[in-house]
């Protein structure tokens, strides 16, 4: 027998190629895909209402699954950005900010998907819902808190949500805002910025002197864009829903679009939106 019939072929896998050399990891055993996302807990997590189980409610359970990780998503990215402002890591807070807008342009766009159901697919499960409404998404809520449109009455509105849940709620409520790590930079850089006329003074100067404010104008623009794409996606629910549900009542009992649509002047951050005109 010849040296080369003594060695055994090396085994190649017919998916990924490599030799016998090549582990990705299933040799060891510790770490496993399944495993280290949690797939059995995340994919059972759907359970349908609906008896018989309506074929679209599936994707309505998934895509509110999916809005919700996001939140986390974000509310974690905002709050790393509101201690680097604070920290004066202004790079990182930017950075962080910047991956908030791709995040929310997502959110914007997933809204297509949805509308791929129609309202008469919708009304057979519709009813099994109330009084369960992405009104009382606590995440959502969180998120605007903390990006600075603080409102105690809607924690006072709440009815069901657990006491973690309205401890978070309090704890948002009492803690900095992403405008108030914002204004904090303003004032580490000499600019007073106690008041909304001061703050107002401070943003002019720094529009009209880029080239030495150059970091903190960037970071104002970042917050304005946060702000324009959270007012883009209320935009785009309330056209969603009116085209879902017209103008009947929603299941969380506000009027529906009506409701919605009064929210859609909020701004987070009304005076970037007035330092326009001053310019
Ligand atoms: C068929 C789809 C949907 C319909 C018909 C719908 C309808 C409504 C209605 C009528 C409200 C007002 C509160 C109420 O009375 O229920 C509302 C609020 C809300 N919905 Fe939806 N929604 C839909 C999908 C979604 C999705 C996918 C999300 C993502 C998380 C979402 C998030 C929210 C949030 C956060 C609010 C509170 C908004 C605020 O208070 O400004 N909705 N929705």
Redesign the pocket.
């Known amino acids: 027998m010849d040296s080369a019939q003594e060695r055994p072929e090396p085994t190649v896998d017919p998916v990924i190629g490599g030799g016998d050399d090549i582990h990705f990891g299933e040799s060891g055993a510790l770490l496993t895909y399944g495993g280290y996302l949690q797939l059995p807990r995340l994919l059972s997590a759907q359970q349908l209402e609906s008896v018989p189980p309506a074929h679209d409610e599936l994707l ?1 359970i998934t ?2 699954q999916v ?1 919700e990780l996001w939140f986390q998503q974000l509310l974690h990215e905002a709050e790393t950005a509101r201690d680097a402002m604070a920290d004066g890591q202004l790079w990182w807070a930017k950075h962080l900010l910047h991956r908030m807008h791709v995040i929310a342009r997502v959110l914007i766009h997933q809204i297509d998907v ?1 509308e791929t ?1 129609t309202p008469q697919d ?1 009304l057979v499960f519709r009813q099994k819902l109330s009084p369960a ?3 009382q ?1 606590v995440q ?1 809520r969180e998120l605007e808190f903390l990006s600075g449109a603080k409102d105690r009455a809607f924690v006072r509105r709440f009815r069901g949500i657990t006491d973690d849940e309205r401890a978070r709620l309090a704890r948002r409520l009492g803690e900095p805002t992403l405008w108030d790590a914002f204004t904090g930079v303003l004032g580490a850089r000499g600019l007073p910025s106690d008041t909304d006329e001061e703050i107002s003074a401070a943003l002019v100067a720094v529009a009209r002197d880029r080239a030495n404010h150059a970091e903190v104008w960037e970071l104002a623009e970042a917050l304005i864009q946060h702000d324009e794409l959270a007012a883009a996606w ?1 935009a785009r ?1 309330v056209t ?2 009116e085209r ?2 017209g103008t009947k ?6 009027s ?2 009506a ?2 649509s009064s ?1 859609l002047p909020l701004r987070y951050y009304p005076l970037l939106w007035d330092l326009r005109s001053e310019l």
């Open positions: 309505f895509i509110h809005y949805l159901m919708f409404s992405g009104f998404s959502f209320r629910h969603m829903v879902m549900i009542t929603g299941t969380g009992g506000s529906g679009a409701y919605l929210r």
